[in-house]
């Protein structure tokens, strides 16, 4: 029971990145050059294929699987530190394989590594609260 209730907040933490990050690559990038998707939800929907790609070019899916289900920390504290220095690893190798602005760049890894840990705050916080609810001491 308990891997499908980690599972289910890595998939939890995956879409809040997936959805907000997004959103962080149409603010910062402008939009995208595609005739096929137009608009904003076009948009999202190009950047959320964008960040697949780079989830699985870089590895990064592996890190997540591995600190989110095998490895998964409960400090809230170490769990959130653990992602984003691994998202923060994952983006710049990754980033060798092209050129960016540094502005840009900076931008990208802060307010990145900032949703990977607002994402980790999340999860962790509902695996804490199924953790209470299970030993009735929730009050949810």
């Known amino acids: 029971m308990l891997i499908l209730r980690l599972f289910a907040i890595w998939i939890l933490e995956r879409v809040i990145e997936v959805a907000l990050g ?3 690559l149409l603010r910062i990038f402008g939009t995208n050059a595609s005739y ?6 076009g948009d999202l929907y190009v950047n959320m ?3 697949s790609l780079f ?7 592996f890190s997540t699987l591995y600190f989110g289900l ?4 409960y400090s809230i504290v170490t769990q959130c530190f653990v992602m984003g220095c691994a998202f923060l690893a994952h983006l710049g190798l990754f980033l060798l394989l092209g050129r960016i602005n540094p502005n840009k760049l ?3 890894a802060f307010f990145g590594a900032s949703i990977v840990v ?8 509902v695996l804490k609260l199924w953790a209470l609810r299970r ?6």
């Open 49 to 51: 294929i964008y960040l």
């Open 55 to 61: 989830y699985i070019a870089s590895g990064f899916i």
């Open 106 to 108: 900076l931008v990208l």
């Open 118 to 125: 607002l994402s980790s705050i999340v999860g962790s916080s």
């Open 36 to 41: 096929q998707y137009s608009g904003n939800t």
């Open 22 to 24: 997004a959103y962080l």
């Open 70 to 73: 095998f490895k998964r920390f």
């Open 135 to 140: 030993n009735g001491r929730g009050s949810v």
